[in-house]
């Protein structure tokens, strides 16, 4: 199934871009989609050991399995205040 | 009140929103562009949201805090977009019966959202150079241990509209 992550912060800079779309198995976790993406776009592979995926707009955790449709983002390490 | 703006925070809009006959303490808190840190000059600070859930975060850390403290009123406003030295990206108002509970609770407010909600800001120096802020997680997080001693989890947590 095709997933599509949205970008924020210092990764939109890094890629150049707002979202990316990965192609994962039917049975993957968000561990699998990490992976997937720091094979995809190694320029990310710093930036993640901090960063959280969010999926439907909640934290995931990396054994949160996907479903085709749901609405992921790389979050890293917020800033906000 | 929820709110997430690109416009300069009217203060005294947020602060009248608390306004309650119930309570005889309210507290504000400003988050401003501050011009120096660790020896480099900030121009500005430019701040960037994942929208939706940024607002259910906010949304959750606000129904949270009315469970923790006798809140009457509680509202929530970030700036998004560039904010100069001296202007405010955020505001933290709160209204409870007694004075401590909104010093308490304006405090939790403002540790726990600098955590959970998903905004970023990009810190622009003097000297023309241009950074993300993304702190280390495994650094020690402000905290008050009278009010903050469990872990927050606030996946569970409902949102209540503004």
């Known amino acids: ?81 | 009140m929820i709110e997430i703006t690109t416009q300069p925070l009217d203060t005294d809009r947020i602060l009248q929103s608390v306004q309650s006959d119930r309570a005889g303490a309210s507290v504000m808190f400003l988050g401003t562009t501050r011009q120096f840190t660790d020896g480099r000059e900030t121009v500005e600070l430019d701040y960037e949201c994942y929208h939706e859930m940024a607002i259910k975060k906010m949304s959750q850390l606000r129904y949270i805090s009315f469970e923790k403290w006798p809140i009457e009123h509680c509202t929530i406003v970030h700036r998004i977009g560039p904010v100069p030295v001296g202007e405010s990206s955020v505001a933290i108002a709160v209204s409870t019966p007694h004075r401590a509970s909104s010093f308490e609770a304006a405090e939790w407010l403002i540790n726990t959202l600098k955590t959970e909600v998903p905004i970023w800001k990009r810190e622009s120096f003097a000297d023309g150079s241009q950074e993300w802020v993304h702190p280390d997680p495994k650094q020690v997080v402000k905290k008050n241990p009278k009010t903050d001693s469990e872990p927050i989890d606030l996946s569970e947590a409902p949102t209540i509209g503004p």
Do not use: W
Not at chain 1, 58 to 81: F, H, K, Q, T, W
């Open chain 1, 1 to 81: 199934m095709n997933i599509s992550i949205a970008l924020f912060a210092s990764a939109r800079e890094l890629v150049g871009s707002i979202s990316v779309d990965l192609e994962v198995s039917e049975q993957a976790t968000v561990c699998d989609l990490k992976i997937a993406l720091v094979e995809a776009y190694p320029e990310l592979a710093s930036l993640m050991s901090n960063s959280v995926f969010s999926v439907d707009h909640e934290y995931a955790n990396d054994d949160m399995m996907l479903r085709d449709g749901v609405e992921v983002a790389l979050i890293p390490p917020v800033s906000g205040g």
